[in-house]
Every structure is written in C-alpha cells, then in structure tokens.
C-alpha cells in the first residue's frame, strides 16, 4: 500500500495534491459539517489534522470512529489556518482499516505509567512511549556509526552458552521442553552439558578482538537476579567493545567517547522525542544531559571513592569499607552529591570482580573500570583483561572454577596473548540516562522482571 508518513508531510515545503496517509485517530473533534482528526502513525511525536467534510461518502462511518481507529486518508496537503500548525489534510476519502470502540483504554487523558505497563501491547501508541521507542531505534543504530566510524567489527556472540561469564550464578537455564531418548531415566542435555541463556557476550567478544582488533557485540542478555529494582531486568540489551592492543586508559577513553557521543546524537537529532521527556518526565534533563557533553568525566579509584563515603558524614543503609562492592546509594552519592556529573571509578578489590580482570601490581586490586552516572549509578562496567596466562590460571583455580570448560578461553592466553580490554554498557540503562525516565520497564517494550512475563 503506497502511503506517505506523517513525518514527511510535516516537513513538506509546499502543498502536495493527493497524498495517501495511514493512522490511528489520537481525537476527534466534530464541528457543524466538518469533523476535525487528529491522525497519528508513530514517524513522528505530531499529529497531522484532517478535516473531513460533511460531503464524503463516508461521514457516516468516521463519525462512528473514536481514539484508537486506523483510517486510511486522501486528500491534499494544504497550508493550515490554524494556529500551531503549518499544514493540514482535506480529504476527499476515507476509508476506516480498523475501528476502536469506547473501550480502547488509551482514551485521550494522563495515565500513570504503572497502569500502561499493565497494557504493554499498546502503549508504544501513546506519545510518550512512541517517542522512547523511535529514540531507542535512533540510539541502536547510532552505536553502530560510532564504532563502524572507529573502524570496529560488529561481531555477534551466542546467547545460549555453557560457561558464566560473571560467575555470579545468576544464569537460566535452558533445557528441552520435551524428554528426548531419555536413558535409564535421566534425559540427556541437549548440548552435551548444562547449558544457560548468556549473562555477557565478553569471553566470545574477546576471542575475536584477539583476531580482529577492534570489535563489538550487541545484543540480549539475562540474568537471573531476584532484584526488583527500577534499573534491573532479567533480559536487558548489551552493548560489549573488546579492544586488542589496548590498556584501561584507551577502555576509558572510549566510554566517555561513546556516552557523549550518543548524549549529542539524541541533542541533535531527536531534539522532538527528547523534549517531551524534557517537559514531562524530567524537567533537569537538558541541563544533565548538557552536563555529560560539557565537562570531562570525573575519575577516581575505588580507595579514593570509599574514603570520601567514609569522609562525607552521611549515613548510608550499607556502611563504606573497603573491600565491599559499591552499592547503588554510593555510587548515586559520588555521581549525584560529590561529583554532580558522570563519573569513573576504577581499581576495585579483586575479591569482588570476576576472574577475567586483570590484577595490578599491588595484587589486591584489578583493572577495572565503572562509570557511574547521576540518575542511575553504574551505567558501564569494564575492565583490562588478565593476558598472563598463570596469573588467569591462579584466579580461577582461587575461585574453584573449572578449568576444563575454559579450555578455549585459556588457548587464546597460550597463543599470542596481548593486552587487551573492553566493557559492558547496559543499553535500557543509557536510554534511562538519556531521557530522564526513572523505570527500566519503561525503557524497554516489553520488560522482563521477576515474576511479570505477560505479553
Ligand atoms: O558490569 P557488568 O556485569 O559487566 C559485564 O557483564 C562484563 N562482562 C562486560 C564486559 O566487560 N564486556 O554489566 C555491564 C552493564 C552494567 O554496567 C549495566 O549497565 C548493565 O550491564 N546491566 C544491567 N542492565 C539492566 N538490568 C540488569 N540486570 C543489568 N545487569 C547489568
Ligand atoms: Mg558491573
């Protein structure tokens, strides 16, 4: 079907005869002979007015049509005389593809953004979430030009794995619905081995970084957290570079380059979208997001950060000492209170980072690196890579890891192993900083929480 969308039309520089547009009725307002309608098909956060006039043949029909019907129009593209708005459709037909009845529950009104996750399926057609999900679409695609413009690879890793990245524990399962061949009553792993849904695409990433240099991987991951918080999901997109040749100084440079590299493409180019979240969701977004372009992020390592916790005479629910992970109270305290933008902290304990970090010299800390975010607190976590292969083997023997299954994994530190690093950003996470929006279930169409798998 030949349609043209909303969006063009809007940005239309003269009247246009005959044009064919699809939509959903936003409202409908009728006047003596004519009915005024607000048609919306989600190119963009406006509306475009048609008027229909008393004569269509088909009045009728669109009088009985209310918020939530599809219609197809044509008509003409004319200068409107109506304040607001530079152009509106006259049409000369119309054809109803889909009727709303009065119970459609997207009725023209505010709604609570904890009742429109109960109507996930429809949400996306209100303009707030239209807007997230157009802005979400603009983000994936301008990671992608960030780094093909680095020269990095886009590389794609498995998502049903048989190793835990984090060794948190916090895998799913994944297993055969149906018994297949069981023997003497055991069913046999369809994979030869337990097998789970990826925490993290990195050990894969690293592999190929150690072929091709610079590369990145894109994509779902799940984890098994039982945390019902506002920026935890149980499957979350993640974005993961791997850098070969390259130290935890070039692993910083490029978060920062990538965050104010994305915080200045939603700027300047989804300046729309991002404004209704400016006036509606976070009246300081500009502001913070004009804060992450203007100013070098702050650094840090962990020591420093646990000793100003101590220092700064706050009482947190979690007391600050050294050795514990931070917790989201303190990283929003360094970002938020002390630092009052983003953030980098590196240097953790190596008792509470995974095996793959690389240990510094002093032997008590890692090569690791998180940047915390106002907002949001972590927002990327990353890390140099351990690439001597007996200090690797030490670790993991330290952490009782089976060294059999990381055979491949180990190869690549018995074979040419270099430096190298990378890190994990969490990509509901970014669009939670970019927008001002304060729930990772909003973020994201169709959110996966403990106990909530609906839709
Ligand atoms: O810090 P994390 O656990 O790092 C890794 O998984 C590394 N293997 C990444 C790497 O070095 N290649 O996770 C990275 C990021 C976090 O900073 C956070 O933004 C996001 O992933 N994240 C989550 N986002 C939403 N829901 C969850 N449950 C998340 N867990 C982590
Ligand atoms: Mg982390």
């Known amino acids: 079907m030949k349609r043209t969308r909303i969006a063009s039309l809007l940005a239309s520089e003269k009247p246009i005869e005959d044009v064919c547009l699809m939509g959903w009725i936003r409202t409908r307002r009728d006047a003596k002979g004519f009915s005024f309608i607000e048609l919306n098909d989600g190119s963009c956060l406006k509306n475009i007015q048609v008027i229909a006039a008393g004569e269509l043949p088909e009045y009728e029909r669109v009088l009985a049509c209310g918020t939530g019907s599809a219609l197809r129009v044509t008509g003409n593209l004319a200068v409107s005389p109506a304040k607001g708005?530079?152009?509106?459709?006259?049409?000369?037909?119309?054809?109803?593809?889909?009727?709303?009845?009065?119970?459609?529950?997207?009725?023209?009104?505010?709604?609570?953004?904890?009742?429109?996750?109960?109507?996930?399926?429809?949400?996306?057609?209100?303009?707030?979430?239209?807007?997230?999900?157009?802005?979400?679409?603009?983000?994936?695609?301008?990671?992608?030009?960030?780094?093909?413009?680095?020269?990095?690879?886009?590389?794609?890793?498995?998502?049903?794995?048989?190793?835990?990245?984090?060794?948190?524990?916090?895998?799913?399962?994944?297993a055969t619905q149906k018994a297949q061949g069981q023997v003497d009553g055991i069913q046999p792993e369809f994979f030869g081995q337990e097998a789970y849904l990826t925490v993290s695409g990195q050990l894969s990433a690293e592999m190929l970084a150690l072929a091709l240099g610079d590369v990145y991987t894109f994509g779902p991951t799940f984890r098994a957290e039982n945390s019902n918080t506002r920026r935890h999901a149980a499957e979350f997109w993640m974005l993961e570079p791997e850098m070969a040749f390259a130290d935890l100084s070039d692993n910083m440079e490029l978060g920062e380059s990538l965050i104010t590299y994305l915080v200045r493409h939603v700027l300047d180019d989804c300046s729309e979208d991002i404004g209704l979240f400016a006036q509606y969701v976070e009246k300081e977004l500009m502001k913070q997001l004009e804060r992450i372009v203007s100013a070098p992020f702050a650094r840090i390592t962990?020591?420093?950060?646990?000793?100003?916790?101590?220092?700064?005479?706050?009482?947190?629910?979690?007391?600050?000492?050294?050795?514990?992970?931070?917790?989201?109270?303190?990283?929003?305290?360094?970002?938020?209170?002390?630092?009052?933008?983003?953030?980098?902290?590196?240097?953790?304990?190596?008792?509470?980072?995974?095996?793959?970090?690389?240990?510094?010299?002093?032997?008590?800390?890692?090569?690791?690196?998180?940047?915390?975010?106002?907002g949001i607190g972590e927002i990327v976590g990353g890390s140099q890579r351990e690439e001597r292969l007996d200090v690797l083997e030490g670790r993991m023997r330290e952490l009782g890891m089976n060294m059999d299954a990381y055979w491949w994994y180990l190869d690549s530190r018995r074979f040419g192993s270099v430096p190298h690093c990378g890190f994990g950003m969490g990509f509901e996470r970014v669009l939670m900083m970019l927008t001002g929006v304060g729930n990772i279930r909003d973020v994201i169409p169709f959110p996966r929480t403990p106990g909530s798998i609906a839709f």
Not at 157 to 164: A, M, Q
Not at 317 to 333: C, K, M, N, V
Not at 344 to 372: E, S
């Open 85 to 174: 708005q530079r152009w509106e459709v006259h049409a000369k037909s119309i054809a109803v593809l889909g009727q709303a009845p009065e119970t459609y529950p997207l009725q023209k009104k505010r709604h609570t953004d904890e009742f429109l996750r109960t109507i996930a399926h429809l949400r996306p057609r209100t303009n707030k979430y239209g807007a997230m999900f157009r802005i979400r679409s603009e983000v994936a695609l301008a990671i992608h030009r960030f780094f093909r413009d680095r020269g990095f690879r886009y590389v794609n890793t498995p998502i049903i794995t048989g190793s835990d990245c984090e060794g948190a524990g916090e895998m799913f399962r994944v």
């Open 302 to 374: 962990y020591t420093e950060a646990i000793d100003l916790l101590q220092r700064s005479g706050r009482s947190f629910d979690y007391a600050p000492s050294w050795g514990i992970d931070l917790q989201t109270e303190h990283e929003r305290f360094l970002t938020e209170t002390h630092f009052g933008g983003p953030v980098i902290v590196t240097g953790y304990p190596r008792g509470i980072k995974p095996f793959y970090m690389r240990v510094n010299d002093d032997g008590n800390t890692v090569a690791a690196m998180d940047i915390l975010v106002p």
